[in-house]
């Protein structure tokens, strides 16, 4: 775990995105948004905190956080602060007219708390953004603002869930589950694969030695080869090479769940439940 990592309410990062193999493994992309619906209320209940790197298409996995939120704000857990952390990077937000980025920060204000960084991955207030004009970034701002945002958002939190993941369309040096997931790996930040929804995520447990190869496995995208260096061992997330294997195998929310909240309990002090 980072040494910038100490606060008292501890904070998770989710990587999710669209996984092509749900039709394959019987499952519908409804079962990806359970999981992570399932997962969020669990830890929002729990004390935790959330952070992710939505890029604010409607009808996306940002859209059913930012709902997620406003129901829990009527749990009688809930202490009244802000406790989902949206990471905005340089490409995407400055994509965004000051309107459009007024209207939606309007919209969200007392539920979540919106991250605008520069291109090196510092922030932006609020203020400093909406006086920027906006521009369509060339692709190397692509790569380079996706990868600070990326660090920036891993050196402010504790642990990171990554399920799901696409292995092409992306904007990045590689996918954007496998940069989130390289990078905490890196730092000895706990990591919990749910490879139960294939995709990328999938993948990555297939490569450090998580699970055995299957028909659907894509050998050859970007940046994979970094995760041979990398083993059961690295994940740091307070549960055994068994139990980390359950959880990259299971479709089950409910077990997952469990696994998730198993590892946290240790690696966080029983400070969540």
């Known amino acids: 775990m980072t040494s910038q990592n100490t606060k008292t309410t501890p904070t998770v990062a989710i990587s999710i995105s669209e996984s092509t193999d749900m039709a394959v493994l019987g499952l519908s992309d409804e079962h990806l948004q359970d999981a992570m619906a399932e997962i969020a209320l669990h830890l929002l209940s729990s004390g935790t905190s959330l952070a992710y790197s939505g890029d604010l298409r409607a009808h996306g996995f940002t859209e059913l956080l930012f709902e997620l939120v406003v129901r829990y704000q009527d749990h009688p857990h809930h202490s009244g602060k802000i406790t989902v952390t949206d990471y905005l990077a340089w490409p995407v937000h400055i994509r965004m007219t000051a309107d459009d980025l007024a209207e939606f920060s309007a919209g969200h204000e007392k539920s979540t708390h919106l991250v605008f960084l520069a291109p090196d991955g510092t922030q932006l207030d609020r203020e400093q953004r909406l006086e920027l004009p906006t521009q369509e970034p060339n692709k190397k701002e692509w790569a380079d603002g996706l ?56 993948d990555i447990a297939e490569t450090i030695g998580l699970v055995a190869r299957w028909a ?58």
């Open 147 to 202: 990868t600070t945002m990326r660090v920036a958002m891993r050196d402010e939190t504790q642990a990171r869930i990554v399920l799901g993941g696409r292995v092409d369309g992306y904007k990045g040096r590689m996918p954007g589950i496998a940069e989130e997931t390289l990078l905490s790996l890196q730092s000895h930040q706990p990591v919990f694969l749910l490879g139960g929804f294939g995709g990328c995520t999938r």
């Open 216 to 273: 659907g496995s894509r050998p050859n995208w970007e940046g994979r080869a970094y995760f041979k260096d990398f083993s059961p061992s690295d994940l740091h997330n307070g549960l055994s090479d068994e139990d980390n294997a359950i959880l990259a195998r299971t479709p089950h929310i409910q077990q997952a769940v469990t696994l998730v909240s198993r590892g946290l309990r240790q690696i966080l002090n029983e400070r969540l439940i």
